[in-house]
């Protein structure tokens, strides 16, 4: 059973910046896709950022240019790094790991709110 723990998530003035973090337990291996997802309260869950090994990032276009994903394979970890935050990032956000044809694991969400 693999265990995504998130942290990093909380309140912002616009303008501000968050990271947040997302850290694999009990796994003893790598994910070749680790991303973020978040959803709006009334509105769909959407991709944020996803990372593949040795691979390009792939970011939402409301997010490209202001948010920065990375990862530490040692450390089965994906970072989310956000900068000139918007109400419209407003959102939970959901950690993403996954092992093609293997299995697909998210993490319990964390909140992030941003003030006008």
């Known amino acids: 059973q693999v265990h995504l723990v998130e942290s990093g998530g909380g309140f912002v003035q616009a303008g501000g910046s968050l990271r947040l973090s997302c850290a694999a337990s009990g796994s003893g291996s790598s994910f070749p896709y680790m991303g973020w997802y978040r959803q709006a309260p009334g509105k769909q869950r959407e991709l944020v950022a996803l990372t593949v090994t040795g691979g390009n990032t792939n970011y939402a276009d409301s997010v490209r240019g202001r948010f920065t994903a990375s990862r530490d394979d040692a450390k089965n970890t994906v970072f989310l790094d956000m900068n000139s935050l918007t109400p419209e990032d407003t959102a939970v956000y959901y950690c993403?790991?996954?092992?093609?044809?293997?299995?697909?694991?998210w993490g319990q969400g964390t909140q992030v709110t941003v003030s006008s």
């Open positions: 993403y790991m996954r092992r093609p044809l293997r299995s697909t694991s």
